[in-house]
């Protein structure tokens, strides 16, 4: 079982910033794969940022070069720094990690991109 709390969201002007945190349960040696998701209003869940053990990290195309997750294996920590934000990434953000005995969502933290 991983347990996952999301924070750091808030409401931002376009261009501004913000870091999102993911406290996990279990040390982040035992996970497998973690991610960052988003939903928009009306819009299915998509992936932000992937990484896998052994690999490097993934972008969707929207966030590329704005967006860096970072992980802090001593705090059990990752992050999701967001620069330049628009509008449109305006979104309930979930960090999600995935473990040989299962897939784990936190319950969301709402972005909000609006002047």
């Known amino acids: 079982q991983v347990q996952l709390v999301e924070s750091g969201g808030g409401l931002v002007q376009p261009g501004g910033s913000l870091r999102l945190s993911c406290a996990s349960s279990r040390s982040l040696f035992v996970i497998n794969s973690i991610n960052w998701y988003r939903q928009a209003p009306g819009k299915e869940r998509e992936v932000v940022a992937s990484f896998t053990r052994g690999e490097r990290t993934i972008y969707a195309d929207s966030v590329q070069g704005r967006f860096a997750m970072s992980r802090d294996y001593a705090e059990n920590m990752v992050s999701l720094q967001m620069n330049s934000l628009k509008p449109e990434d305006t979104a309930v953000y979930y960090c999600?990690?995935?473990?040989?005995?299962?897939?784990?969502w936190g319950q969301g933290t709402q972005v909000t991109v609006s002047s």
């Open positions: 999600n990690a995935r473990t040989d005995f299962g897939n784990y």
